[in-house]
């Protein structure tokens, strides 16, 4: 079993940066790929970014790349998403999530999930 616990959201203007991080508990975390969705209201939960388990691969979604960077620390269990350029359309709940996949873009291949943290950018 694997518990998740993400934490750093909060209330930003345009263009401000913010870092979530998600601990990670239980059973070989450090053998498990990682990544970070989304989900705004009333929309699907969308793919943002995935980490290999070693940390030496990551993937991002278009419309985060060049923004956000997905990291992670096998020694304190952990995985942050540093958000910078904020925008907007930004605004929803995070989530991380763990696979035993690859660095897999569909919130169907995870295995485990956080409860979220709220993420809202003002214009």
């Known amino acids: 079993q694997v518990q998740l616990v993400e934490s750093g959201g909060g209330l930003v203007q345009a263009g401000g940066s913010l870092r979530l991080s998600c601990a990670a508990s239980?059973?070989?975390?450090?053998?498990?790929?990682m990544g970070w969705f989304r989900q705004a209201p009333g929309k699907e939960r969308d793919f943002v970014a995935a980490i290999s388990w070693s940390g030496g691969s990551t993937y991002y979604a278009d419309s985060v790349k060049g923004r956000f960077t997905i990291s992670r620390d096998g020694a304190k269990n952990t995985v942050c998403l540093q958000m910078n350029s904020l925008k907007p359309e930004d605004t929803a709940v995070y989530y991380c999530?763990?696979?035993?996949?690859?660095?897999?873009?569909?919130?169907?291949?995870?295995?485990?999930w956080g409860q979220g943290t709220q993420v809202t950018v003002s214009s």
């Open positions: 999530a763990v696979t035993y996949g690859q660095m897999e873009r569909s919130p169907h291949e995870y295995n485990y």
């Open positions: 239980g059973r070989a975390f450090r053998h498990y790929a």
